[in-house]
């Protein structure tokens, strides 16, 4: 006990800390290198989280973030900490304590499957969309210093580039949170698999990785996807729940798309190549993810799996 403590109130210190390195990076300029190291850390201070969670239970979890919590108050100011509490500490906690749920069945023990895990976190990103369009609504200092910065920045780009910009502040922030929340929600999920991975290779883990190459998404959600993304292009109009939405339920299915590859590939010559080679495409070409999302989409009534789904002893994620 007393050393699952000391482990855990650690692993809070260390995601403090690397916040405040992120913090301290982005104060020193807006340049790319400065904008990728914040990136960086900020996905790196997740990872501690995860790590006390995954590897030694969810009341780890919850004496680290409330660890995290304190010590950026101090550091840091309250505010600060109450809102990380909210956007990193609790959805942590949440998908921790999914993810640690199981089933026994003739001694078999079953772990909460991927798809499922997925669906909470999809829920988590859409959640925090609604918090940032509160957030903005509540406080006018906020929306409008956010304006304020973004018209500066468009009217600096327009002196270097000579282009006119084709957003105004006002509009840039109200779609603003249609983004946000996909986007930290992305952090969020690739914290966790870089916490999972690292436990793994230490042999802390408390559940199996879950395969990527069995998630089934329901057919419900994809008719959810299909409808709000047809409602978004017939409304022609900046709607953040609406469009964040579209972009959560993009990625979940970019996730099904991925797993069908992974299945189908299993019968290509050159096999890790051409999965490196996606994997690249994909970052350089991100109308390839919209591509890969549809496969994963036309999984749920064609079944690509299942037709080209390797002998059992072939199968790997």
Request: proline fraction near 4%; hydrophobic fraction near 60%.
């Amino acid at each position: 006990m007393v050393k699952e403590l000391v482990v855990a109130v650690a692993l809070g210190v260390l995601n403090t800390a690397l916040v405040m390195l992120s913090i301290v990076g982005n104060a020193g300029g807006t340049t790319l290198g400065t904008a990728l190291q914040t990136l960086i850390f900020w996905i790196l201070s997740l990872v501690p989280l995860f790590v006390s969670g995954l590897g030694f239970g969810v009341r780890s979890a919850v004496i680290s973030a409330l660890t995290s919590v304190v010590v950026a108050a101090f550091a840091i100011n309250m505010d600060f900490a109450l809102a990380y509490a909210v956007v990193s500490g609790l959805p942590v906690i949440l998908l921790v304590r999914q993810a640690l749920l199981w089933q026994e069945s003739d001694g078999v023990r079953y772990w909460y499957p991927a798809d499922r895990l997925l669906m909470w976190w999809a829920g988590i990103s859409i959640g925090l969309t609604l918090l940032a369009m509160g957030l903005l609504q509540w406080d006018d200092a906020l929306r409008q210093a956010l304006i304020d910065g973004f018209d500066q920045m468009l009217v600096q780009m327009m002196e270097i580039q000579g282009v006119a910009p084709a957003l105004t502040g006002v509009e840039f922030v109200a779609m603003l949170p249609q983004f946000l929340g996909p986007m930290w929600g992305l952090f969020i999920l690739l914290s966790g698999c870089l916490a999972q991975g690292l436990l793994v290779r230490f042999s802390r883990n408390l559940r199996p990785t879950p395969e990527l190459t069995k998630m089934a998404l329901p057919n419900w959600l994809a008719l959810a996807f299909i409808g709000a993304t047809v409602i978004s292009v017939l409304l022609d109009a900046t709607v953040p729940l609406l469009g964040a939405v579209v972009i959560t339920l993009e990625i979940l299915f970019f996730l099904q798309g991925m797993a069908v590859i992974h299945v189908v590939s299993h019968r290509w010559n050159g096999r890790p190549f051409i999965l490196g080679a996606i994997y690249v495409a994909t970052v350089m070409m991100l109308w390839l993810v919209l591509i890969i999302a549809i496969l994963g989409l036309m999984e749920n009534w064609v079944g690509f799996r299942r037709r080209f789904a390797p002998a059992p002893r072939q199968e790997e994620d």
